[in-house]
């Protein structure tokens, strides 16, 4: 933690992550740094093009990692301390890879008062993870979102971008296991091999 | 600007006056006869509404939309009938709603099978498809058709007048609808202090939850000193069981376009954000594709209609921060930074964004602007009760029968909304208790249901108007179960800054944590009222403010529900997993076994096939053979 406080000003950006940063090695492809490149000269400005480009960073990789955050904050002359207290402020941004499939709980007061919480404990049994992780398998990250404002459908969740309502735990099942092997099906077909040698 | 704005206001027209005009004469005729019910005329011309809000959108009203389109082409009716995707209509419980005018004919949950037979029997064959049709039996058994329903008649659209009636997507339609009249008046008819006396008159308070008065709002920006200034639009609705302003951006976005310029007139701003959250992307679309048709018609840029006034607007997509809501928050977080509110003063009306003035108001106050320069202050302030004028748009959820999004006069009372416009409880038995203004608001009990709504009278009694989600509840739910929900939602969403907030807030949650296990104390009811008065006097903004009236509110009207877990360990409302008994049913059960290979106490048995018992002396009280049944064959009680 000492190396995230520090504030000596030759140090390399690199290294303000610490141990955190070191354990996350992964390849960036090169299209990242143009879409930043690309957004920033299209809409110069300093901070307050902060947000806006990390959701454009996390549309298109599904996470936020460390070495765009530095990448970032070069670019828009921060600290990446001051992008990592963004990045870790909202609920939106994760420096954790998703899951090919996002499954999304809406727990909002409607959903909550129509007993949401069956569906996400009927989700955590059939997929064997906790609220918040991605399967071991990455085909299913499982969280909880406030309010999506389909309360006249409670309770509802979002499965990729197709909000679902009037929801038993016997639906939500139903579906998951259907996508799972309609998940498998297309990735056996995009790398037979790979999915053969598991 | 953006380089691609540039483009395409270079390739765009300025309309004028009277090329606004001219839109509004040619349109309008097709607009009103939106309004009517001439259920027994044959029209040589039919506008099909079919409700593209949010809520529709997830019961698939997109593919009802298409199938009624292509059936209508092969039908030969492309002369005699239109597809027109509207914004919310306010009924989501019979969602997808498709209104079929001038004939005045609702039809509830159409889907591809409904979309043919609409255009197969009615518009082909004048003859309304009777099943599919939207009903309502009154109190004496009398069928009500359509727009007869009280869901319709006992509201009044000031707010949403568009909403459901328009296409979103379709500036002409916005303009034929009087759209932009109000713009025109403010910057050629009137000067910049007659219409912030019009605002002042009409009585206008905030509709984001503390109902501060807008006319003077807009004031004390307009005299605040500085070089530049700014106009927000607050649309980050968090509230969990809100979802007003989703409606009005999705249904009506111009609205609110056109009472910002107007208020970047008058205090004299070029500039404006709005301010939406991340979970509405179909908001953000219609805003943004608002945001375009205004451009290419010079309603906003350089020089708006021709006038001396310049303004823009840009939307801002908020990333999942239920604090932003707050004032300074939200200013923060369009800066780019973590929104952490900071105490005022000083007011954004003074140093706001970049420490300009700065005037924000929410997404139902804007709304409302052009229809008080259109139809007067003295009209506005008509509506309403002494204090609070106007309408309010309420999102009516949780066990009511007609769920959905609802306008109605400030003054009326909670029986009329829950009862007759919500039409009363699907289970039948009167409602306990009404949750109003989300996790900063509190709960109603049943008691207060003939006290009219507005500011004050919700404030006395420990709710507040908030922003108006309006949750219904019968005996089956729990009050400690619900506060401790909000609780729960307000601990993780507290940003932290301020020490009452965090920790007390935390506390409060720990304490009904216990309670909610069997395992509270009698003297933890004083703990909550204590404590809960301490954060609210002593937190820096108004997450912390309010955050403790969930329980306040529920101690004070449902004590004796408190007492019950506490003193009895029993939860009345049987939703305290910890405090059940679980039962299963022998008749029920049909010996799959899956309770017991889920139960960690090793408390259920049986041979397969038959039907299992629970041993009561081992039982953990988890819950989880409740959630794997297949037969719902496990009672809870």
């Not at chain 1, 000269?41 to 936020?64: D, K, W, Y």
């Not at chain 2, 939860?571 to 076994?593: D, K, M």
Request: net charge negative.
């Amino acid at each position: 933690m000492s190396d995230a406080i520090s504030t000596d000003p030759t140090r390399e950006p690199q290294a303000f992550f610490g141990a955190e940063r070191a354990q996350i090695t992964e390849e960036i492809a090169p299209e990242v740094w143009t879409e930043i490149d690309d957004y920033l000269a299209r809409t110069p400005g300093a901070h307050e093009r902060l947000i806006p480009l990390l959701h454009r960073v996390q549309e298109s990789l599904g996470h936020i990692p460390f070495a765009v955050q530095e990448y970032v904050a070069d670019k828009l002359g921060l600290s990446p301390i001051q992008v990592y207290g963004v990045v870790s402020f909202y609920h939106f941004f994760t420096t954790t890879p998703r899951g090919e499939n996002e499954l999304k709980v809406c727990m909002g007061t409607a959903c909550f008062l129509r007993h949401a919480q069956r569906l996400v404990e009927t989700l955590e049994q059939t997929l064997g993870v906790a609220l918040g992780q991605v399967t071991d398998d990455r085909l299913f990250s499982l969280e909880q979102v406030r309010c999506i404002g389909a309360c006249g459908l409670a309770p509802a969740m979002i499965v990729n971008d197709e909000t679902l309502g009037n929801l038993s735990p016997k639906d939500v099942r139903k579906r998951v296991l259907r996508l799972k092997a309609k998940t498998l099906r297309e990735r056996e077909r995009e790398s037979p091999s790979e999915t053969r040698s598991d | 600007m953006t380089s691609r704005t540039q483009d395409r206001v270079a390739e765009s027209r300025t309309v004028t006056r009277s090329d606004l005009a001219a839109i509004r004469e040619r349109l309008r005729p097709r607009l009103e006869a939106r309004g009517r019910a001439e259920r027994e005329s044959e029209p040589t011309q039919r506008d099909v509404l079919a409700c593209a809000g949010g809520g529709c959108v997830s019961s698939r009203s997109l593919a009802v939309a298409e199938t009624l389109e292509q059936e209508i082409s092969a039908a030969n009716l492309d002369e005699r009938a239109r597809v027109v995707r509207v914004g919310c209509m306010g009924l989501c419980d019979a969602a997808p709603l498709v209104l079929v005018s001038p004939d005045g004919v609702y039809y509830r949950n159409v889907d591809e099978e409904g979309a043919r037979r609409i255009v197969a029997e009615h518009l082909a064959s004048n003859r309304p498809v009777a099943d599919l049709e939207l009903t309502w039996q009154d109190g004496e058994g009398k069928v009500l058709r359509g727009s007869e329903i009280p869901f319709f008649t006992r509201q009044v659209k000031i707010a949403l007048r568009n909403c459901g009636v328009i296409d979103p997507l379709e500036i002409d339609e916005y303009i034929a609808a009087d759209g932009y009249l109000a713009l025109e008046r403010a910057l050629f008819e009137l000067s910049p202090e007659d219409v912030l006396g019009m605002i002042h008159r009409s009585g206008l308070r905030g509709r984001g939850g503390a109902g501060f008065p807008v006319g003077l709002k807009w004031q004390f920006v307009r005299e605040a000193e500085g070089d530049e200034k700014f106009v927000v639009c607050n649309a980050d609705e968090g509230d969990p069981g809100a979802f007003m302003d989703r409606g009005i951006l999705e249904g009506d976005p111009h609205s609110v376009i056109e009472g910002m310029i107007i208020a970047g007139h008058v205090i004299g701003s070029r500039q404006g954000y709005v301010y939406v959250r991340a979970e509405y992307p179909l908001a953000i679309a219609r805003l943004g594709s608002a945001l375009q048709q205004a451009r290419s018609y010079g309603l906003l840029g350089d020089k708006i209609v021709g006038s001396g006034h310049s303004f823009d607007l840009e939307i801002r997509i908020g990333a999942g921060a239920f604090v932003c809501g707050e004032e300074t928050a939200l200013m923060y977080s369009i800066e780019g930074k973590r929104g952490m509110p900071r105490p005022r003063p000083p007011f954004p009306a003074q140093k706001g964004l970049w420490g300009k003035p700065t005037l924000l108001n929410n997404v139902e106050t804007w709304a409302n602007v052009p229809v008080i320069l259109c139809r007067g202050a003295e009209w506005y302030s008509s509506v309403g009760t002494k204090g609070s004028k106007g309408t309010k748009v309420f999102a009516l959820a949780g066990g009511v029968r007609n769920t959905g999004l609802v306008e109605v006069p400030m003054g009326i009372t909670l029986r009329e909304v829950v009862d007759e416009i919500g039409g009363g409880m699907r289970s039948g038995v009167p409602f306990k208790a009404v949750q109003s203004g989300g996790p900063s608001g509190g709960c109603l009990p049943a008691t207060s249901a003939d006290v009219p709504i507005d500011y004050e009278s919700l404030q006395e009694l420990g709710a507040m108007m908030g922003s108006g989600g309006l949750i219904t509840m019968d005996e089956g739910t729990c009050m400690v179960a619900l506060a401790r929900f909000f609780l729960e939602f307000l601990v993780d969403e507290s940003c932290g800054k301020c020490p009452p907030c965090r920790i007390g807030v935390r506390v409060l949650l720990n304490i009904l944590d216990r309670i909610t296990k069997g395992e509270g104390r009698i003297e933890d009811l004083d703990v909550l009222e204590s404590l809960g008065d301490h954060i609210r006097r002593t937190s820096l903004c108004g997450l912390g403010q309010t955050a403790p009236n969930a329980v306040l509110s529920t101690v004070r009207h449902f004590r004796q529900e408190y007492e019950a877990h506490v003193c009895e360990h029993r939860c009345p409302a049987a939703q305290c997993r910890a405090l059940l008994t679980y039962v299963i049913s022998s008749e029920l059960c049909n010996g799959c076994a899956q309770c017991a290979d889920v139960c960690p106490s090793a408390a259920i048995s049986g041979r397969r096939e038959h039907a299992h018992h629970v041993d009561q002396s081992l039982c953990v009280h988890c819950g989880a053979c409740l959630t794997v049944c297949p037969t719902d064959g496990i009672q809870a009680t």
